[in-house]
T-cell receptor
Framework: GEDVEQSLFLSVREGDSSVINCTYT??????LYWYKQEPGAGLQLLTYIFSNMDMKQDQRLTVLLNKKDKHLSLRIADTQTGDSAIYFC????????????FGTGTKLQVIP | DAGVIQSPRHEVTEMGQEVTLRCKPI?????LFWYRQTMMRGLELLIYFNNNVPIDDSGMPEDRFSAKMPNASFSTLKIQPSEPRDSAVYFCASSSTENTEAFFGQGTRLTVV
């Protein structure tokens, strides 16, 4: 299967950490991505991780990959109201690096 | 570069009419993608091109949908005839062989009444 699944909605208070989860079914995935979509805009790449990595940190963002469980997470530290958006998990596969399969998206609401 | 440019931003049309959505990818990018986003189905890949050649159109829903890329700087997605269930936001994205990051346009919000 090629499904990439995410929970639909997450609500957090400003200043707390947010954790957005994603599960995928294809163990041959090579790159895994997190994209952000703000209202009325297209998707924008936040960060990505190669499948041979377990963790990647980039300022307030931490990506964790558990290949055994096919689970990917995005942690946003000190969540701000500007982080309110829809977050998409995505993957590519060997030989099809350009064909990106997106998850259903998680809408993050940050409460002031 | 101004990024991926899509036009129009909004389109309202009557059922049965032809609709043409336009996209200008980032200069130098050799891949172009058309996506459709709806509440029910999320983000679906409709078709993508490499060096102006369609590579995978398995996501195109029906024969009413067609896409062309006559040159490296322009692509169209056409729906003829349009139906209310085609109402969605259509995104164009481009990327290069050297970097798998996809750059998205602002999208075209299509409403078919």
């Amino acid at each position: 299967g090629e499904d990439v699944e995410q929970s639909l909605f997450l609500s957090v208070r400003e200043g707390d950490s947010s954790v957005i989860n994603c599960t995928y079914t294809d163990s041959s995935s090579t790159y895994l991505y997190w994209y952000k979509q703000e209202p009325g805009a297209g998707l924008q790449l936040l960060t990505y991780i190669f499948s041979n990595m377990d963790m990647k940190q980039d300022q307030r963002l931490t990506v964790l990959l558990n290949k055994k469980d096919k689970h990917l997470s995005l942690r946003i530290a000190d969540t701000q109201t500007g982080d309110s958006a829809i977050y998409f998990c995505a993957e590519t596969k060997p030989g099809g690096y350009q064909k990106v399969t997106f998850g259903t998206g998680t809408k993050l609401q940050v409460i002031p | 570069d101004a990024g991926v440019i899509q036009s129009p931003r909004h389109e309202v049309t009557e059922m049965g009419q032809e609709v043409t959505l336009r996209c200008k990818p980032i200069s130098g990018h050799d891949y172009l993608f058309w996506y459709r986003q709806t509440m029910m189905r999320g983000l679906e890949l409709l078709i993508y091109f490499n060096n102006n050649v369609p590579i995978d159109d398995s996501g195109m829903p029906e024969d009413r949908f067609s896409a062309k890329m006559p040159n490296a700087s322009f692509s169209t997605l056409k729906i003829q005839p349009s139906e209310p269930r085609d109402s969605a936001v259509y995104f164009c994205a481009s990327s290069s062989t050297e970097n798998t990051e996809a750059f998205f346009g602002q999208g075209t919000r299509l409403t078919v009444v």
